[in-house]
């Protein structure tokens, strides 16, 4: 027999084992593996059940950094917000002062009113 560019080729000859096991037992283990390679739907994930209290330093030192401060609060809040899967989230706060100033501790409980908590945050005046 002469290949294309008519060199010889070679035959080779082999004792015959019986294919048929052979299909047989490549397509068992197949079957076996099968679960590991296959495609699942992804589970559902369950919502985080997060709760943050948030304190704020409202002494009259802080009158040129509390803005910042509020800011950076609340752009650390939007980020629990907007984080995924979507968290079930309860946000609170406190503000401190010194002794005989308007208070000494300004708490606003845990809640999932998020609108409520942005408006006590800009509430937050050094003093």
């Known amino acids: 027999m002469k290949s294309l560019n008519n060199n010889p080729m070679k035959t080779l000859t082999t004792r015959s084992i019986g294919i048929l096991p052979i299909i047989l037992s490549a397509s068992a283990m197949l079957g076996f593996w099968q679960p590991l ?3 699942t739907a992804p589970t559902p994930q369950s919502k985080p059940h997060i709760e943050v209290c948030f304190v704020l330093d409202t002494t009259g030192s802080m009158g040129g950094l509390i803005e ?3 800011q950076k ?5 939007n980020e629990m917000i907007s984080a995924q899967p979507t968290p ?3 946000l609170g706060l406190i503000g401190y002062r010194d002794r005989g100033d308007d208070y000494v501790v300004k708490s606003i409980s845990l809640t999932d009113d998020i609108d409520a908590i942005y408006g006590h945050l800009r509430e937050f005046q050094a003093g």
């Open 88 to 90: 079930e989230l309860k």
């Open 68 to 70: 910042g401060a509020k």
């Open 37 to 39: 390679f296959a495609k």
């Open 73 to 77: 609060i609340w752009s650390i809040a």
